[in-house]
């Protein structure tokens, strides 16, 4: 078990003295059934039900009092667990049977069983409640169950050995594992179809959605790695390295933390979500498997399937965002406990001018400015002085260069920006527009051109853990047209002045009469091209078209006529 360095009068429902504020207490460890694999916490946090996969039961614990209430019988092998978002529903898939268990939660019993399932394995219920999506990892597939009949409505066809399943917080879209098949399947819950396959996996096993929405992390169990997705783009835009193979992951209800269990090594490591980098791991653990936080975000339950217990743990003290620019200013939000009568918070020697106490777990801090890249953080209270962890100062990226500042409004184009730091750059904006970013070096990227609804110049720039780059200019140029020519008709003879008129002319690099070169042109605006004619043999009328530099063509809606 996890020891934590806490005064023996820190007990869970006591108060928390300031010197512990960065350490994991070790709150208590509850015998619970055989082979325990998945907690899962009643909204109201009184409530933590616990799947005992070495026989046919789930432990429920009282959290108040940190004992198992009652046991219940659910069948063999039970092993994902999920509670609907009112609380009134637990719903446990069982492989062996490839059935799921439905619990009413307000009298601890078994409610019913819903059959049809081929080795169901993880699941997840969708915000409002209605729907359950199962993986059935015997079968490559994920069935959909209507909560209001508890009944299968669909199935879906997913990659190869599907294992966990998430919902995004807007219930939109639905993300599944697919361990064997080593990508990453995301449904749109509006029409249950898979959108898109994502690839690049090891053996991807735990799943998690952040409570913002905007990322989902997948741990790859073949691997020591956390690959982090954009729910935004749906491409892998991080990756984590860790130390050992994670197996499952959970992320804190308010969003600072994520737990990846790592079965092998024994371990929990603590992720910081504002910059993906590793806060610290927490040793001692019998085969972490899933873990389940209270509601406040307050207390780990840990299930060791190594040795049928449950851990209950503080959480880690967490700093979110942990990074920002060398200026300083960055709004930083400390979770921890003991912060009542809090009189300084400083970043390394720096300290912060501004701060206010939220209450005993959560202060606010107007970042100083720095110029190490890392400092401790420190707070101190009237109990003294306690390091909550770290903050990591970042320069700015500055672009100096960009290949090419125009192109068509359809975009499509790749350009190259060059300038410095650009290691850690995910994405270059176009305006509000965001675009992946391929970072060559620390002074070279490449881009692919947004498209643009509207012919303007944006500002081109980007966004790292050191701030807001400087900004170049990008003007998407409209499509052009030629709505007239003046005049319309000249000698065979040629030399012969026409105008054309028309817009979006500015960048017009030839212009041909019958498919022959005018003998001259010249750009006079955005709306007039001067020419002279070429000569010809043959009378008649024939195409006026010009081409920009975008390589778009255009035709005069009137020909030119030659007498």
Do not use: C
Request: proline share 8%.
């Amino acid at each position: 078990m996890p020891v934590g360095q806490v005064p023996p009068e820190d007990e869970k429902s006591g108060s928390f003295p300031p010197l512990a504020l960065p350490l994991v207490a070790d709150a208590g460890t509850i015998p619970v059934g055989p082979a325990p694999h998945s907690a899962a916490m009643r909204p109201d946090g009184l409530r933590a039900y616990v799947t005992n996969s070495g026989s046919n039961t789930l432990s429920v614990i009282d959290t108040a009092a940190d004992v198992v209430a009652t046991t219940i019988a659910v069948g063999a092998g039970p092993w994902a667990a999920a509670v609907t978002p009112d609380g009134r529903y637990l719903y446990v898939t069982m492989p062996g049977s490839g059935t799921v268990a439905v619990v009413s939660t307000a009298t601890d019993t078994l409610v019913t069983t819903i059959s049809g399932l081929n080795a169901p394995r993880g699941l997840a219920v969708t915000p409002d409640g209605t729907h359950l999506y199962v993986a059935n990892s015997g079968a490559n597939t994920v069935s959909v169950i209507g909560t209001a009949t508890n009944t299968v409505t669909g199935t879906i066809p997913v990659g190869n050995g599907p294992q966990a399943v998430t919902v995004r917080p807007d219930g939109l879209r639905a993300y599944v594992s697919n361990s064997t098949g080593a990508t990453v399947s995301v449904i749109n819950t509006l029409s249950n179809t898979v959108v898109t396959t994502l690839a690049g996996f090891n053996a991807p096993l735990g799943i998690a959605a952040t409570p913002d929405g905007t990322r989902v992390y997948v741990a790859n169990s073949g691997a020591r790695t956390v690959s982090v997705i954009s729910t935004a783009t749906h491409t892998v835009t991080d990756t984590i390295t860790v130390a050992s193979n994670p197996s499952y992951l959970t992320a804190s209800p308010d969003g600072t933390l994520l737990y990846a269990s790592m079965t092998g090594a024994g371990s929990l490591t603590v992720i910081n979500p504002s910059s993906n980098s590793i806060s610290e791991t927490i040793p001692g653990f019998a085969d972490p498997h899933q873990v389940a936080t209270t509601p406040d975000s307050g207390y780990l339950y840990v299930a060791e399937h190594g040795d049928n217990t449950v851990s209950v743990l503080r959480r880690p003290a967490a700093i979110s965002p942990n990074t920002g620019p060398r200026g300083g200013g960055t709004t930083v939000t400390i979770k921890g406990r003991g912060f009542l009568g809090t009189t300084a918070v400083h970043f390394g020697t720096r300290p912060a001018k501004d701060f206010t106490v939220v209450s005993d777990t959560t202060l606010t801090v107007t970042a100083p400015s720095g110029i190490r890249s890392a400092v401790p953080v420190t707070v101190t209270a009237s109990g003294g002085t306690a390091i909550v962890g770290h903050y990591y100062y970042r320069r700015l990226p500055v672009v100096n260069q960009i290949s090419a500042t125009s192109g068509s409004m359809n975009g499509g184009n790749t350009i190259t920006l060059t300038g410095q730091r650009f290691v850690g750059v995910k994405t270059v904006r176009f305006g509000t527009v965001e675009a992946p970013a391929t970072v060559l070096s620390d002074t070279r990227l490449t881009v692919t051109v947004p498209p643009s609804a509207l012919a303007r110049t944006v500002p081109v720039y980007m966004i790292s853990k050191g701030g807001v780059s400087n900004s170049l200019s990008y003007t998407y140029i409209g499509s052009p047209t030629i709505t007239s020519i003046s005049p319309t008709s000249g000698p065979r003879t040629g030399s012969r002045v026409v105008n054309l008129n028309g817009t979006f002319l500015a960048k017009v690099t030839g212009v041909t009469f019958g498919g022959v070169p005018a003998l001259s042109f010249k750009v006079m605006s955005d709306i007039k091209v001067q020419t002279v004619t070429p000569p010809t043999s043959t009378p008649g009328p024939v195409a006026v078209v010009a081409t920009t530099s975008t390589g778009a063509t255009v035709t005069s809606p009137t020909p030119y006529t030659y007498t």
